[in-house]
Structures are given as C-alpha cells and as structure tokens.
C-alpha cells in the first residue's frame, strides 16, 4: 500500500488557467498539467529565491519532497516550452495557507492542521496540551500562540 499523500501549503493562485505558444489553436496543442504545489515550489524558489529548506518549511513539507516537487515542475515548464505544449493549472494535493494552524508535538515536531469554520483569529482559548495525537509521532500536540510555547500554564520563549 503506498503512503498517503501529504497535502502541501499554498499560498499562490495563479490569475490564468492556461498558456499556450501563440498562434496555434487548442486543439492541435498537447497540454502538460503543472498542479498548485509546483506553481507554489516555483514561486518560492525562483521568484522569491529562497533557500529550498526554508521554502519547504513554507510549503510544510520535508526538503526531499520539496525537490521533487521543483524537479516535477521545472521539467514539465522546460519541455512544454521546447515542446511547443500547453500549460494547465489545475489541481494537486495543498491547502490554502490562510486555513492552517501550526503546532508542535512535544517531539518538536511541526505539523499544520486545517481551521474548522467558525473559528476566528480573536477566540485563542487554547488547552496548554491538548489531547490531540500527532499523526506522524503518536504524541500529544502543543498549540502554539504568536511565538509563545504555553505547557501547564507556564510560558517559554
């Protein structure tokens, strides 16, 4: 059975679908599918030039797994251009980056979580370690509030 895939945090939505080489119509184009993460890996690498680990962090993914997504989307931008095929925007496996929370499992790892509607910024009545399991460690999960780790009602920075 293959690993579930790990949903990767997005913060770019492109204005356009579609490109294409001008002058030939749709129809007699072949179309190469870049999905949201690689449109995201792109951005965060080549236009923001950050380094791949802080641009994995961004995207909540391991380094590894942001090079494969860079290398997926900087071979299907390079042959469509030298090819002559459309580009698609469609898809992917992300959540969008204003829908997340990022928390701390006391292993120190981090790990984000989507917000549940109805939730807003102002209502931080945060339990100082919940009972929530870490789905990649098994331990419980500590929430984190603007820098400020809160366990057992004591503050560290």
Known sequence: MARPAIKKIVNTIPFY???KPQG???TNLEVEILNME???ALKL???ENLEQEEAAEKMG???STFQRV???ARYKLVNSVIEGKAIKIEGGNYIPSEKLIQKQCLKGGHHYYVKKDGLNSEN???DSISKIKCPECGER???FEKNQLKIKGKEKK
């Open 17 to 19: 679908a579609y490109y």
């Open 24 to 26: 030939i119509p749709m």
């Open 38 to 40: 690689e449109i995201e």
């Open 45 to 47: 690498k080549d236009v």
């Open 61 to 63: 993914i391991s380094r």
């Open 70 to 72: 860079i290398k997926s």
């Open 124 to 126: 931080k009545n945060f």
């Open 141 to 143: 999960i500590i929430n």
